[in-house]
């Protein structure tokens, strides 16, 4: 005979998952409707941006917006995402910005996405990891590991030559890739990482004796985003048994508890991570840190009773204080690289370039749901 007692947990355990399943929809229905009014508000994406100057659309901004959409279509796959994102690859050639002789990573941040295209790519597949391989190729050849003299660099290449390291079974691309990190995290202006802090300086113009205005440090929200994303994105594509693997876990690992540390209270980030200069929540870095907080509580790096109530936090925030009804994002800073940049930043501001703020949204959104289904 089934006791009262069994039934009762029964009942709750069926409402806990239900209420998880509700709530994972919930996600998923925010992610679909960030993207779906970046879509209808550019429906070519071929199109160049009119932002100052011309610029072509393969730049690094739109394509942070393609790792969040190909994100999304992981968990939601549709059609309509891969048709969008394979005419603005093949329009492009499948050749970075500034073709295969550049050495920017923001030209090359493209690749991963082209790459990632490669099984939609039909009788274009053929020809794409060549033409990456050989911008990537032409770079190491010239010797040199310090081209990536400010942060966001690592979130723009290090995982595109992890990818291509993986695709060729060369271990030559992983090997430069880590010189070139290692030189932004260590000998950049003295060492963009503060080991002491968990945190990065943007680039040699923030390493001290710089400050902000209160004497604080400046950590740069969302360049300490990118790195932490380029953590997630190498490390799950190496994978564990990788001979980087610990190393790029450890910072990782020292990244997760000094975000976690600066967290506001209402779930989001300032874009100045310790110092109240333009204190104020912020879309971009918040995304891209839930984007880490919540790949690793997946992959069991970090402990769900501690980091799992930041993820929340940082989910709750970002739907309920930055996403509008109609899909546009509020609080994104727009493009530069400190927290004077782009201000004022608020709920009605329109940054310079909304994609790669869709972009870091959806990367964050489709992890936390990714997260939501484990529970």
Not at 130 to 157: E, K
Not at 259 to 266: E, H, L, T
Not at 295 to 322: F, H, N
Request: glycine letters at 8%.
């Amino acid at each position: 005979m089934i006791s009262r007692r069994f039934l009762t947990l029964m009942g709750l355990t069926l409402m806990a998952l239900s209420a998880m399943a509700q709530q994972a929809g919930d996600v998923l229905a925010a992610a679909r409707k960030a993207n779906h009014y970046f879509m209808q508000k550019h429906p070519d994406p071929t199109q160049a941006t009119f932002v100052r100057k011309v610029r072509p659309s393969s730049l690094w901004t739109r394509a942070v917006y393609y790792e969040g959409l190909m994100a999304l279509q992981a968990v939601d796959p549709q059609e309509t995402y891969v048709d969008y994102a394979l005419r603005w690859a093949r329009f492009h050639q499948w050749t970075p910005r500034n073709g295969v002789t550049t050495t920017d990573a923001d030209d090359q941040c493209c690749c991963q996405t082209y790459l990632a295209l490669l099984p939609y790519a039909g009788n274009d597949a053929a020809k794409v990891l060549p033409i990456v391989r050989d911008n990537l190729d032409r770079q190491m050849a010239s010797g040199r590991h310090n081209y990536w003299s400010w942060i966001d660099a690592v979130q723009m290449a290090l995982p595109l030559y992890a990818q291509v390291g993986q695709a060729t079974a060369d271990a030559r691309y992983m090997d430069y890739g880590m010189k070139a990190y290692r030189w932004t995290r260590n000998e950049c202006g003295g060492g963009c990482f503060n080991e002491q802090t968990g945190l990065w300086y943007r680039d040699a113009d923030f390493v001290p004796p710089y400050r902000e205005p209160d004497g604080q440090e400046c950590y740069w929200s969302r360049g300490n985003g990118w790195v932490y994303a380029a953590l997630v994105r190498t490390l799950q594509t190496v994978g564990k048994r990788h001979k980087y693997y610990k190393e790029l876990k450890a910072d990782f690992l020292t990244m997760t508890r000094a975000i976690a540390a600066c967290q506001r209270q209402d779930g989001l980030w300032n874009v100045s991570m310790t110092s109240t200069h333009y204190a104020g929540p912020e879309l971009t870095g918040t995304a891209l840190f839930l984007y880490g907080l919540s790949w690793g509580i997946s992959q069991g790096l970090i402990k769900a009773k501690t980091y799992r109530p930041v993820a929340d936090r940082a989910w709750r925030g970002m739907e309920r204080i930055c996403l509008h009804p109609d899909g546009f994002l509020g609080y994104v800073q727009g493009t530069g690289k400190q927290p004077s940049d782009g201000q004022p930043v608020s709920y009605t501001s329109v940054p310079d370039f909304e994609d790669f703020g869709t972009g870091c949204f959806l990367l964050g959104a489709t992890e936390y749901y990714k997260l939501l289904g484990k529970r």
